[in-house]
């Protein structure tokens, strides 16, 4: 079968791979849809730190089961799904707890142990699978994954009010951020972002305004503040931005270690929140969203793609940055 390998030399392309087998317990589904997402282009360029070429990345999929392995009862060929790329452990304190996804033991879809889904086909446990409700197009399937990672870093504010909000980065999350805000309740939703390109799709998703990188934010004005983007300066705009006995949300992922002014969450019983991938129940709710805003994936997916296609663009992508690229879907 096609598939798209990452080289250390930073290039992707298709190759001619095996088709996977199903073993005990999993399935085989066939992928109709693969996003791309920042973490694919870091371990392109080296930079992350475990997803390490070569591999075949991705994890953003969804598509039809192809065939099942021995041991697989609740699943049945033909079904359509979307994929929960995670492999816990299964038996550790927080497996048997229900945060799976911060099992120390996990392993991620799309490493080099567990070939990932830019390809046509690939194999996956039974117990990833949440089942795909038919409103949602095949090659839309794949948003599940980054729609989850938002609604499950909104989660992360608990019973704290969201009734204004701020979003630090207009990227594919931080776009999603203000929708899932919007479902939750947030009354005014507004994101800096500096490409004036994506500002018109947040507004649509919620953003009631966007503003450029260092505008005039009101100080202490929003009860949570989620830095969407991995630009370690934005910690202190939160720092500045977010209420008293509000809540700062850390998405995205800093490469260094960063300084944080404790003093300042101290005096004013401010809440720094981590989050970390989802849970089957944000996969739940994700697809819900999906249902009931269908045009979010054509207003989100600036652009969907073959592998061959998709290969020379994650290359470029990689070198180079997004550009003006929101979100890159591939159908292989």
């Known amino acids: 079968m096609r598939a798209i390998r990452f080289e250390t030399s930073g290039r992707a392309h298709v190759v001619d791979v095996d088709v996977p087998r ?12 693969t996003g791309v997402c920042g973490s694919d282009l870091a371990a392109l360029r080296g930079r992350h730190p475990f997803r390490i070429p070569p591999l075949i990345s991705g994890h953003e999929a969804g598509g039809v089961v192809d065939s099942i392995g021995e041991g697989v009862v609740g699943t049945s060929v033909g079904e359509r799904v979307v994929i929960d790329p995670q492999r816990p452990c299964g038996s550790c304190d927080l497996c048997d707890s229900g945060r799976y996804h911060l099992c120390p033991r996990k392993v991620m879809l799309g490493v080099a142990e567990w070939d990932g889904s830019f390809a046509e086909l690939v194999a996956v446990p039974e117990h990833t699978l949440v089942p795909a409700p038919d409103e949602v197009r095949d ?53 800096v972002e500096p490409r004036e390109h994506v500002h018109p799709l947040l507004r649509h998703l ?49 490469d260094a270690p960063v300084p944080v002014a404790v003093g300042r969450l101290q005096v004013r019983e401010v809440a720094l929140l981590g989050t970390a991938m989802y849970t089957r129940a944000d996969f739940e709710v994700a697809l819900r969203l999906l249902r009931e805003h269908p045009d979010l994936g054509d207003r989100l997916v600036t652009r969907t793609t073959g592998l061959e296609e998709g290969a020379d663009l994650v290359t470029e992508m990689g070198r180079s940055g997004p550009g003006e690229l929101v979100k890159l879907v591939m159908v292989p």
């Open 22 to 33: 199903p073993g005990p317990g999993e399935v085989v589904v066939r992928v109709t849809s």
């Open 139 to 191: 090659e839309h399937l794949a948003l599940a994954e980054p729609v989850a990672v938002a609604v499950h870093a909104v989660r992360q504010l608990g019973e704290r009010s969201a009734r204004r909000a701020l979003v630090l980065g207009g990227g594919t999350i931080g776009a999603l951020l203000c929708l899932v805000l919007r479902d939750r309740g947030s009354e005014r939703v507004e994101v």
């Open 206 to 254: 919620g953003a009631e305004q966007v503003h450029a990188p260092g505008a005039d934010l009101e100080p202490g004005g929003y009860e949570a503040v989620l830095v969407a983007a991995g630009v370690p300066d934005l910690l202190d705009v939160a720092m500045d931005a977010v209420a008293p006995g509000g809540a700062v949300v850390q998405v995205a992922v800093f």
